[in-house]
């Protein structure tokens, strides 16, 4: 072009490897080690074995952190999802009562879970102003209030043909179905998020919404897809749930939201959106599992388990302000 | 010419050594009179002198001096990163120096913060007002320093103080208007008007102009004509030339962060201002290729929608430039916003190559081959904290991934081929879009048009604060898109750019066009009065 100055412009990246020991997930490997040797020195029943067998009742809720990741990537947030657990687990066991065969009960938890995420995906992506918080508040409320409906006076459900879910909570030698399940959508989730054209689109949107949205992204139908997504592995989790407790109450997933964001933002993926990756989310993941595993095999009551971890998050989102201010204070 | 270049760059070197050495007799008598025990008196009411500003890695100011004259309107000038902007921030106490001294009224001040330049009469309008947008007029005066007696906000007593500041400026609204209800114009007077409650005596304006209308700029013209009237000292930072001349007496350059030089306004000339700043000489500024438009590209029929704009109609054609002008608010960027499909028409026909298209979203627009780049760089046109290569290749980057997965070798190479076909200034592809400047930022926002075969290119004001080096490169590349065909709708307030750039101008007023001119008919004086036809617009357009 005329007036070129020819000056070049790099576009070699530079070696990944320094950047990796630097980076979150750098630390969340050595944390997840050191966690690891903790539990193994704290309770002399941890060991691979009695973690695999224990595993399964925390590890559904990594279903829910694999998506979350890319809501609260969009800037978003969803706090419906422990209660479509709660419905997609009860609408499943009532299904499973009928004598329904199994992959019925199973479409049945997927389908349940896949239309309330759609319910929260419409209603956002119609009133686009809507905050998101607020809007899964309401859904939240709904999707349990009918849920307790449906359970009625007696407030709990037992599925009372578990052959189908036994299968689901069955292992290859030692090792869980679940454990399973579990790598591989993780690896699915991250690798789409990480490597595609629809992860890219993913980060735009939550970096710079308008921009995106000028730049030939449909916004919208991305939002969709992720809500109704998020609502499917709900039911995935609802189904494994059941696997563990035979069961549904009214007090299903509740909490689930929490601890699926949690992981995520303890996994480095900030709650503003844009930032972070699912390499984080699910070291973090796997942390939190494997410590809430230790701590109940050494009869640590629940709520210590949920303080520790509550100290845990506010020092993982606290931690890159304090070394920020750290060298400030010894540039000075 | 790249030898030229560098030949000129030279000169400044020695340049401001020579200006420093006459500087340096007036400081030795400042220096005569503080050391006398006299009251100081001073032939400046500020003056600043080797001032030197680091920030963490650069040096942002490097032995800076500025003199400022009693009821003088100073301009200072410069391109962006010269250091205008840490320059003021020093003088309003928000940035240290590290190096350095202030002496206002001939004493020397040492401003801790923020506070004591406001107690010692310095106050500073920016381009963007920060007020509170839910607050009253009134309020936003008055912040910080309201009017109370026993513990209680005097409101009767501040609406009329307000109010009686608002009159002076002629301001057009009441002190109880809700702030985020008034145009941009409007709260720049608010925060004139604000400086003027706490009798600052030195008035700092930063590009009060960018975002102003002519008509809304002849009226801060008039407003700073008053200030100095009153006695007010006025520094002026401005990008645009017709500022400097109507208002300024001396006008000071800055450049890479140094003190290049000041000059009387009277006596000094486009080219010699330009040469000072960029610090090569700029022959052609609107390098406008002439090219003999090809057959109809984009056509608008009757295109309305209710409150924005009503019954526009026009054409481009392959490599033509058409100018769409008017005041802000006219409606010019709501009727592209609807060619794009940003917002729905509600009636009217928009043919592309003479078929009629229906464009519901941006994407779909893009798809088709017409790409708005838009008026806002930070908020619509780059995702800042992205590298440029990211950027870059945004719009298009299902094009070349495999299977979903993107292929980031082919999109590396690409981003780096278009950056350069655009000759941005960068030196890698993967540096945040935040580190450039405003004039780089913009290549990268063409950049991002170029990673696709696109018919119609429509620039939503592309120059808007941009330097004026950088504006004669991106117009250069707006006369090579022509020159490849392209049809081009290039929106501006710019008088000299529409009339430098456009094959056609149309004008717009309250929401409908009032005229098509050709390049040759042309002139301010025409453009003004069609722009102005209807009367003021009210700045919301046509109802």
């Not at chain 1, 995106?212 to 139908?221: E, L, P, W």
């Not at chain 2, 499909?341 to 893009?366: F, H, N, R």
Request: with cysteine.
């Amino acid at each position: 072009m005329a007036g070129k100055s020819g000056r070049s412009i790099n576009n070699v990246p530079e070696a990944p490897i320094k950047k990796m020991i630097l980076s979150w997930e750098g630390i969340l490997v050595v944390l997840f080690i050191l966690i690891n040797i903790f539990c193994a020195s704290f309770s002399e029943f941890y060991n691979l074995s009695s973690l695999l067998r224990q595993m399964p009742i925390y590890l559904a809720e990594v279903f829910l952190m694999l998506p979350m990741a890319y809501i609260l990537v969009l800037g978003e947030i969803d706090i419906s999802v422990g209660s479509i657990v709660c419905l997609s687990a009860t609408m499943s066991c009532i299904v499973c009562n009928t004598g329904a065969p199994f992959i019925i009960v199973v479409l049945t938890g997927l389908l349940v879970g896949t239309l309330c995420g759609l319910v929260n995906g419409v209603i956002l992506t119609k009133f686009q102003e809507l905050p998101p918080m607020i809007v899964t508040l309401a859904t939240q409320i709904i999707f349990r209030g009918i849920a307790e409906i449906v359970l009625g006076s007696g407030g709990s459900i037992s599925a009372t043909n578990t052959d189908g879910f036994r299968l689901l909570g069955g292992k290859v030698g030692s090792v869980p179905y679940i454990l399973f399940l579990v790598i591989i959508l993780a690896v699915v989730f991250a690798v789409v998020l990480g490597k595609s054209t629809f992860g890219r689109r993913v980060y735009a949107i939550g970096t710079n919404r308008l921009t995106a949205y000028y730049s030939g992204i449909h916004v919208q139908k991305i939002r969709l897809i992720i809500y109704t997504v998020m609502g499917t592995m709900a039911g995935l989790c609802s189904l494994f749930l059941i696997s563990t407790s035979y069961g549904a109450n009214t007090t299903t997933g509740n909490g689930f939201e929490m601890d699926a964001i949690a992981m995520a933002v303890f996994g480095g993926i900030s709650s503003t959106g844009g930032k972070g990756n699912l390499a984080g989310g699910i070291i973090s993941a796997f942390i939190i599992v494997c410590l809430r595993v230790g701590l109940g095999q050494k009869n640590v009551h629940a709520q210590v388990i949920l303080l520790i971890l509550g100290v845990l998050l506010i020092a993982a989102v606290a931690l890159p302000n304090i070394v920020g201010q750290v060298k400030r204070v010894v540039k000075k | 010419m790249q030898k030229n270049g560098k030949y000129f760059t030279r000169i400044p070197k020695i340049f401001p050594f020579f200006l420093l050495g006459t500087n340096g007799t007036i400081y030795m008598n400042q220096k005569r009179t503080a050391k006398g025990g006299e009251k100081a008196v001073s032939e400046y009411v500020l003056e600043l002198k080797g001032i030197t500003k680091i920030f963490p890695g650069v040096k942002a100011l490097n032995n800076v001096q500025f003199q400022l004259k009693p009821g003088e309107v100073h301009a200072l000038m410069g391109e962006n990163g010269a250091g205008k902007s840490t320059f003021i921030k020093v003088i309003t106490g928000v940035h240290k120096a590290e190096e350095g001294e202030m002496f206002l009224n001939g004493q020397k001040v040492d401003f801790k913060g923020p506070k004591d330049a406001q107690a010692a009469g310095i106050a500073a309008v920016y381009q963007h007002p920060t007020s509170y947008p839910h607050l009253t007029v009134a309020e936003n005066i008055f912040m910080g320093h309201e009017i109370i007696k026993n513990h209680m906000i005097q409101w009767k007593a501040m609406n009329a103080e307000a109010n009686k500041l608002l009159k002076e400026l002629n301001a057009d609204f009441d002190a109880t208007a809700e702030m985020g209800t008034l145009s941009v114009a409007q709260q720049q007077m608010v925060e004139i008007a604000k400086a003027l409650s706490t009798n600052a005596k030195i008035v700092i304006l930063d590009e009060p102009t960018a975002a102003l209308t002519r008509r809304e700029s002849e009226e801060l013209y008039r407003i700073v004509d008053k200030l100095k009237e009153e006695g007010v000292s006025i520094i002026f930072i401005s990008h645009r030339f017709e500022d400097m001349y109507r208002l300024a007496s001396r006008v000071t350059v800055f450049r890479d962060s140094q003190y290049i030089g000041t000059y009387d306004v009277d006596g000094i000339t486009n080219a010699d201002l330009i040469k000072a700043m960029v610090g090569r000489e700029i022959k052609d500024l609107f390098p406008k290729p002439e090219v003999k438009p090809g057959k109809e590209m984009l056509r608008v029929e009757d295109l309305s929608r209710v409150g924005f704009y009503k019954n526009v109609s026009f054409n481009v054609r392959a490599g033509e430039i058409v100018g769409l002008t008017g005041l802000v608010g006219a409606g010019r960027t709501e009727v592209v916003e609807s060619i794009c499909g940003i917002t729905k028409a509600d009636s009217g026909k928009v043919y592309l190559e003479g078929k009629e298209v229906y464009i519901k979203q941006p994407s779909e627009a893009m798809d088709k081959g017409i790409i708005l780049l838009p008026e806002d760089r930070q908020k619509e046109g780059l995702i800042m904290s992205w590298g440029l290569g990211r950027n870059v290749t945004l719009p298009t980057i299902s094009k070349y991934a495999k299977n979903g997965i993107n292929d980031e070798k082919t999109e590396r190479e690409l981003a780096k081929k278009l950056l350069e076909d655009v000759d941005t200034k960068a030196v890698d592809i993967f540096q945040p879009a935040s580190s450039l400047s405003g004039g780089n930022q913009q290549k990268v926002v063409v950049a991002k048009a170029l990673s696709q075969e696109m018919k119609v290119v429509i620039m939503d004001e592309p120059t808007k604060g941009v330097d004026v080096g950088a504006k004669a490169e991106i117009y250069a590349i707006m006369g090579e898109l022509a020159l490849k065909g392209y049809a081009i709708i290039l929106i501006s307030s710019e008088m000299p750019e529409i009339l430098g750039m456009a094959d056609r101008i149309i004008v717009m007023c309250n929401g409908r066009k009032t005229g098509e001119l050709s390049r040759q008919e042309a002139t301010q004086e025409k453009i003004l009065e069609l722009a102005m036809e209807k009367g003021p617009s009210n700045g919301k357009g046509a109802k």
